[in-house]
């Protein structure tokens, strides 16, 4: 649903009152409920006026309605639908028992940003038995979070999968006991989630605020916001660091997805001879697969963002408004 999707909607639940909105929410996801939630909270008092075309906008929408169908075209719908079966789940529910059961339906109520933190460590057949759980859209969302790589493999194990081992069902246990003793430091993973998502300018500003409020945070998070194509706005120094530090078929893949500003800020450090071979190399390359595209950036971003952790380069320069 668009923004402004949730926007009326919000104020259509605020116009109906409490215990029809509480019905309603019965029958919504957790992801739907809390952003409803959210944007509820941020209306003021509704006009009487407002109130009025909002329900006129609904009253003609349905007037043109043929039929109910629900919104199924997430990229995740295919892959769910060739997962486990609804037989199957229960089954896994059954012999996982109660507590995991409940376990969950509780993550499902936790932020797509926070889940995706907490399964980004785990391996691609463990993520994909919890996606296989969670309601689509929530699923959907968490997937959107994940690095390249680990969504790519999720997907893959996703699709072929069948009833889970015992092992998988054991590590998928463990797991789920573990969420009961995470450790507050999880929170950054979702801060550095959200800033991915963010704009460019927001997310600098943002960060530009915690320098006063939190310096270390804020570096932390920098190193974690790292991405392939930041090299662009590095210092010539950090340019040629990277250089010495990522392998020559890695750079090459990943250059072959970019938009040429990475190429143009590290053939200007190299010398003319260098240079000229490196765009020699990327015209005889050839067509590339994108998932190889995806994981030789994610390599080169991961190389980058330990480099900046461990010193070697310094950040790149922020943008101040």
């Known amino acids: 649903m668009s923004q402004g999707g949730i926007e009326k909607s919000a104020a259509l639940l605020l116009a109906l009152g409490e215990?029809?909105?509480?019905?309603?929410?019965?029958?919504?996801?957790?992801?739907?409920?809390?952003?409803?939630?959210?944007?509820m909270r941020e209306l003021e008092v509704l006009p009487r006026e407002r109130v009025r075309a909002i329900l006129r906008d609904y009253a003609a929408e349905?007037?043109?309605?043929?039929?109910?169908?629900a919104d199924t075209g997430r990229f995740l719908d295919e892959a769910l639908r060739l997962?486990?079966?609804?037989?199957?789940?229960?089954a896994l529910l059954q012999r996982l028992g109660a507590p995991g059961a409940q376990a969950l339906e509780q993550l499902a109520w936790h932020e797509p940003a926070e889940i995706a933190g907490l399964l980004e460590a785990q391996p691609p057949q463990l993520i994909a038995v919890v996606m296989a759980h969670l309601p689509r859209d929530v699923a959907a969302a968490v997937l959107d979070l994940l690095p390249g790589k680990i969504r790519a493999d999720t997907l893959q194990s996703l699709?072929?999968?069948?009833?889970?081992?015992?092992?998988?069902?054991?590590e998928l246990g463990a797991w789920l006991a573990s969420l009961e003793t995470v450790v507050p430091s999880q929170g950054e993973a979702a801060v550095a989630s959200l800033l991915g998502q963010m704009s460019e300018g927001s997310a600098a500003a943002a960060l530009s605020?915690?320098?006063?409020?939190?310096a270390e945070l804020a570096a932390r998070l920098r190193v974690r916001h790292l991405a392939f194509e930041d090299l662009a706005r590095l210092s010539e120094d950090g340019r040629k660091a990277f250089l010495r530090n990522i392998g020559a078929r890695t750079l090459l893949h990943a250059l072959k997805g970019s938009d040429g500003r990475v190429l143009d800020a590290l053939t200007a450090v190299m010398s003319s001879t260098a240079a000229q071979r490196m765009r020699d190399d990327l015209d005889t390359?050839?067509?590339?697969?994108?998932?190889?595209?995806?994981a030789a950036q994610e390599d080169a971003g991961a190389s980058l963002r330990r480099l900046a952790a461990e010193g070697a380069i310094p950040f790149p320069q922020e943008e101040t408004a």
Request: glycine share 6%.
């Open 209 to 214: 605020q915690l320098d006063q409020n939190d």
């Open 19 to 39: 215990e029809a909105t509480a019905v309603i929410f019965r029958y919504l996801s957790p992801l739907e409920v809390s952003r409803l939630g959210s944007a």
């Open 159 to 170: 699709a072929h999968s069948d009833a889970p081992s015992s092992d998988m069902q054991g």
């Open 62 to 69: 349905a007037a043109e309605q043929t039929g109910f169908a």
């Open 285 to 294: 390359l050839g067509a590339l697969p994108v998932t190889a595209i995806q």
């Open 83 to 90: 997962a486990l079966s609804p037989e199957r789940a229960q």
